[in-house]
């Protein structure tokens, strides 16, 4: 039996040896082997990346927990980013800040209760001065158009129909395709009245106490009607990283100049000792000045 044992096993290591043999001769399989071997080292790497961020992470916790008279701060209440803006996590986090009120639809500042009220919405939009349709703007029957404003700053507007879409800065540049998940189409018509819905956007998201808001309208015939004030969107585009960039950034300014005026009246004196931000920057990095 140990006689059998020993021969089966030699003609699996030999069989084993063969398939080796002819696996190395392939080109496509070695250039296979050779991107396994390049992905597990930067498997390695991102692994010994996140030991060393989840460190920092706690020594974050501890310092903030000993300013607040306390041997730890929560992991709920420390955020570690690597410092560059980004657009997607900025928005998710306000989120989940605001989620975490008594109700969290309507968040700490209760704005997504008087945004989920049709009626509070309207009176909202008229008292700021802007109305709630264009004048003639012909369009295909399912465009939609999504103002991307940043208490103030119209960043993106996206204008989308027949399953695809097209995305312009505020000032209506054509960006190209920066949304991978999404079709491109260059050729859909940009609306009539686009810089004057950036400037309602603007203005509306000015007046609102979150940095960011998503201002909506679709077409209603031959013009475009305003659907709502989202300003806590479940749909936010993920971009490219350049516009992930430039959109934190907004993001970043636009939150600040939402403090300004709680700052200057104090009620920020809890804030952590050294912090520090410029509620008047509001240059894009895209743009020269």
Do not use: C
Not at 48 to 75: D, K, N, Y
Not at 94 to 112: F, K, N, V
Not at 117 to 132: A, I, K, N, Q, Y
Request: charged letters at 25%; a neutral charge; hydrophobic letters at 40%.
């Amino acid at each position: 039996m140990a006689h059998r044992i020993r021969d089966v096993r030699g003609s699996v290591l030999r069989a084993a040896q063969r398939l080796r043999a002819a696996v190395t001769r392939d080109p496509q399989m070695k250039r296979l082997e050779t991107r396994i071997v390049a992905a597990q080292a930067e498997v390695a790497a991102l692994d010994a990346q996140r030991a060393e961020l989840l460190q920092q992470r706690r020594r974050l916790q501890r310092v903030l927990g000993e300013r607040a008279g306390r041997a730890s701060q929560p992991l709920g209440r420390v955020e570690k980013t690597n410092g560059v803006p980004s657009f997607v996590h900025g928005v998710r986090l306000m989120q989940r800040i605001h989620r975490l009120a008594e109700d969290p639809t309507a968040g700490h500042d209760g704005a997504g209760a008087v945004f989920a009220s049709r009626g509070r919405t309207e009176e909202f939009v008229r008292w700021h001065g802007v109305p709630l349709a264009t004048g003639p703007d012909p369009g295909p029957d399912d465009r939609v158009v999504i103002a991307h404003a940043f208490h103030g700053t119209v960043g993106l507007v996206e204008v989308g129909a027949r399953g695809a879409a097209r995305h312009v800065d505020g000032d209506g540049t054509d960006l190209g395709h920066i949304r991978p998940g999404l079709p491109h189409d260059e050729g859909i018509a940009l609306p009539q009245h686009l810089a004057q819905l950036a400037t309602w956007a603007a203005t509306l998201s000015d007046h609102v106490s979150r940095p960011y808001v998503q201002v909506v309208w679709r077409q209603d015939g031959d013009r475009l009607v305003l659907e709502r004030l989202d300003v806590d969107p479940e749909r936010v585009p993920v971009l490219n990283e350049q516009q992930d960039v430039r959109l934190g950034h907004l993001f970043d300014v636009g939150h600040a100049r939402m403090l300004k005026q709680p700052y200057l009246a104090g009620a920020l004196d809890n804030r952590i000792p050294g912090g520090t931000f410029d509620p008047v920057d509001n240059a894009d990095p895209e743009r020269p000045e």
